[in-house]
C-alpha cells in the first residue's frame, strides 16, 4: 500500500485546514487509517484512527477540534482540523495498518506517507 499525503499550509489560530491521504497499492477498505505527527524535536505521537468499519478514536488533545473520516469508494481518509492551535504545527503522516485492534501508537503501523507540514501561526 502505498500512501500519499496532502492539504498542509500555513494557517492562522482558529482556522480550519483539510488533509487527506490517498491509498494506492492494496485493498483499502479493510484497512485500519490513522494520522500521527511530529513536531521539531519531538517524537511523532497519535492524532486521531479510524477503523474498516469507521470508528474513530482521538488523542485528547485533538478531541472536540478534529474530525477523521474516509471514502472507501476514493481510496481516501481525511483528516478535517478546526480551530487548530499553533501547538497543532507539525508534520502530519497518514499511516495503514490490517491489525484487527485499532493502534494509537506508531509500531503497529506497515505502511507511512511522506507527510504534509502543517504551521499555525498565532
Known amino acids: 500500500v502505498q500512501l500519499q499525503a496532502s492539504g498542509g499550509g500555513l494557517v492562522q489560530a482558529g482556522g480550519s485546514l483539510r488533509l487527506s491521504c490517498v491509498a494506492s497499492?492494496?485493498?483499502?477498505?479493510?484497512?485500519?487509517m490513522g494520522w500521527f505527527r511530529q513536531a521539531p524535536g519531538k517524537e511523532r505521537e497519535f492524532v486521531a484512527a479510524?477503523?474498516?468499519?469507521?470508528?474513530?478514536y482521538y488523542a485528547d488533545s485533538v478531541k472536540g477540534r478534529f474530525t477523521i473520516s474516509r471514502d472507501n469508494a476514493k481510496n481516501t481518509v481525511y483528516l478535517q482540523m478546526n480551530k487548530v492551535k499553533p501547538e497543532d504545527t507539525a508534520v502530519y503522516y497518514c499511516?495503514?495498518?490490517?491489525?484487527?485492534?485499532?493502534?494509537?501508537?506508531?509500531?503497529?503501523?506497515?505502511?507511512w506517507g511522506q507527510g504534509t507540514l502543517v504551521t499555525v501561526s498565532s
Open positions: 479510524i477503523n474498516w468499519i469507521g470508528s474513530t
Open positions: 497499492g492494496g485493498t483499502f477498505s479493510n484497512v485500519n
Open positions: 499511516a495503514a495498518d490490517r491489525s484487527i485492534v485499532v493502534g494509537t501508537t506508531p509500531g503497529p503501523y506497515s505502511y
